[in-house]
Structures are given as structure tokens and as C-alpha cells.
């Protein structure tokens, strides 16, 4: 049965219900946060937060054991990755205490544009997109340019490249080759065959790494062929739809045996970028940037104005027509969303 598309008024209402269980929890939460601080705790320690659940987040201690903790009220929404100060407390529990400074946040906008933190102190964002479902360059370039305001090292992954017979695979080359143009890391790999698995873990070795991209494209059963021992949750496409499904329900922080972290996030199935101005949009499409400021016009939109450099730029061939027919889209997408 297809799932019944809720209205607006609908969507508040759930997500205001959904933020009153939580105020809830997060009130029990400061009770018990509070009767352990008036309790036996150990010393301050660092440690680094590999998953959050509501109220309480776990925290991984130097020596690699896991305590499920509490948090100061004071203290900002913590998520995967936070390097943090805490006290033990019994049976694995504790209190965090203070937060250190981030490097890098990624944050996703929610249904009403507000960003919401999602990892912190990450090296890389690896974009993962497949053949199945259908390749979506437009929730691609989203990605990118997603990446790009965060400052954060964007490398595109394409998976399930088993699917794709030799025909196949030539065609798809020159909708992809402008992404390496332009200086993007783009791995091919399979979790069938094991293609392109050396060159992946090459990339992440030594760095901390999160996946993105839409629900089915394959992050979890990556991350289950590069961490066998790691139990994951791994779904294949609804058939009803032919869309992925959600497998990954926290955010969670893994490490490799060889060194490096790699955070698995809840797959999305359309990435908004309402957030974002036109101009930080535009900007986030790399090979335009060194373009910018050089049209006729000030408000220059790219479109029909006269002695455009963007367009100038794509009849000269350094900019892609698809990368440009897509900003236009994602441009409309965005002043123009659906009710």
C-alpha cells in the first residue's frame, strides 16, 4: 500500500506531538541525570559520542567500552561524533558534562527548514548514490552543494555497478565524467562482487567519514562488507515502489580495524535545500564560482539576460549542460516547493 502523503497541518501536528514526548523524556532524563550527580561518579574523562537516543547518547570511553549517558541541561544537542567530557557512574552509565569544540557540523534542514544537527567533527561526506534505484543526478548535485556549505570533502560513490551491463556502463560514463572534471572523487563499487571495496577503504582509512544518500542505494550493505563484524540492519527496495527502504534508525559511529570512523545516518529520500539562498546555491556548484560576478547584470539569473558568463562558460565548453540544467531545477525546486 503506498504511504499516504500527510498535509502540512498534519506534519506539525505529528512533529509537535513528537517534540512533547521528547520535552517528556528529556525532563524525566534531567531527574536521573540529576540523582547521579548526587551519586558516586568517577573523574572527569574524554570520550566521544558514537550514537544518541532521545535523551541520553553513548558515550565511547578511551578504552572502547560504552556507557549510556546522561546530559547537563546546559549543555547543546550533542550528536554522533562529538568529542566530549563525562564522569562514570555504575553499570556503564555516566554523565556528560561539557562538549569540546566541533571542527566540522553537518546539519539537514527538517520540513520546515530549520537546520537540524545530524554529525560532528567529520572529515569527508561520502555521497552514495546507484542504478537502483534510478540514478537521481538533481539529489546528487543537492548533496554537493550541501557539502560544499558545510566545507566538509564531498567523494561521490556509486554503487551497485554489477547491475550495470557494458552498454549500460558507457552510456552512464558521460553523465558522470563532469563530476571528475571538476575535481570530485567518484568511486564505482558492488558489495556482489567486491568491485572498487580497496580503493573505498583507501579513502577512508585514517578519517572520519559519513554516508549519505537516498534509502537504497546500498549504505549499510557497504558498510557491512567493510565492517563484517558489525551487525547491521540491511533491507532491499520496496517492490511497491521501487524506492529504498530505512534501515539505519540512529545515527551510529563505527571504527575500522585499521584506523578511521565511518558514521552511518538515517537514509533521506529527497535532501530540501530551502534553507539555503540562491547565492549560497549557486556558489555551491564548484566550476561556477570562478564565473561569478562576471555577467552583465548584478541579479543576473543565468537564464536569458544578455552576456551571461555562466552560459558563456557552457558554450565554451567548461561548464556541464547537465550540472546547469540541473541548478535550474534544483533553483525552481527550492522558490517554488510543493504544499
Known sequence: MAKRKLTRRQTWRAEKIQAERLA???KKAAVVSSELEGSELGP???????????AQVDIEAENREI????????????VCGDRVVWQAGNNHTGV?????PRDSLLERPDADNQLKPVAANIDQILVVAAVQPALDLDLLNAYLVAAELTHITPVLVLNKVDLLTPAAREKLRPRLQPYADIGYTLLYASTHTEHG???LNTHLRGRTSIFVGQSGVGKSSLIQMLLPKETLRVATLSESTGQGR????????????????LIDSPGVRAFRLGHASIAQITDGFVEFRSYLGLCRFNDCRHTVEPDCALRAAIIDGHISQGRFDSYQRILHSVENPAR
Open 24 to 26: 517528556r523524556v528529556e
Open 44 to 54: 572527569e574523562q574524554p570520550g566521544r559520542v558514537i550514537t544518541r537516543y532521545g
Open 67 to 78: 556507557h549510556r549517558c546522561m546530559m547537563r541541561r546546559n549543555l547543546p544537542a550533542l
Open 96 to 100: 556528560v558534562v561539557a562538549m569540546s
Open 197 to 199: 571495496l580497496d580503493d
Open 246 to 261: 530505512h534501515t539505519t534508525t540512529a545515527t551510529q559511529l563505527y571504527h575500522f580495524p585499521g584506523g578511521g570512523e
